[in-house]
């Protein structure tokens, strides 16, 4: 089962995105018959290696709206593939997806595949409105991402059997 968790805060703008985001890929790999689970968080937490680290789980993909492109004003998706990182042992708000691994591998002794997929945005005033080119990413993300959508699709229907 693949599980996504999605992070962000929707009153801020295009923080939001990566909530929306993870739907969007939950939907995308239910209609493509994969065992997928969605949970949606305003901040990570290291709770969230407890479910990382339950039996039914093969793959964990994070997604969360990112500010990395200020200048062009543009939205991109981007999927990076993530390992425990044991150089960044913060907790709270600043706690990252590697580190979350890391409690889940250290804690529960579950280590598994792991994606970081973000959308990058441009406005994180406080608003509950996405900007355009938030949006349109958002709406092309399904084509977007197909084929790394099929690649976990096959890997995690392989798993489910």
Partial sequence: MILIIGYGNSLRGDDGAGLLLAERLEQAWQTRQVPVER??????????????????????????AALENP???????R??????????????????????????AK????????WQVTISGVAFDHSETLSEPVQQALAAAPDT??????QLATTALAAAR
Avoid at 39 to 63: G, H, K, M, N, Y
């Fill in 71 to 77: 200048a062009d004003k543009l939205a991109a998706i």
């Fill in 79 to 104: 999927v990076y593939p993530l390992t425990p990182d044991l150089a960044s042992p913060s907790l709270g708000h600043q706690l990252n997806p590697a580190m979350v691994l890391v409690y889940a």
């Fill in 107 to 114: 804690l529960y002794y579950k280590q598994l595949p792991a």
């Fill in 39 to 64: 949970i949606a968080s305003q901040q990570l937490t290291p709770e969230l290696a407890v479910e990382i680290a339950r039996p039914a789980i093969d793959t964990v993909v994070f997604v969360d």
């Fill in 145 to 150: 991402l197909a084929e790394w959508l099929d």
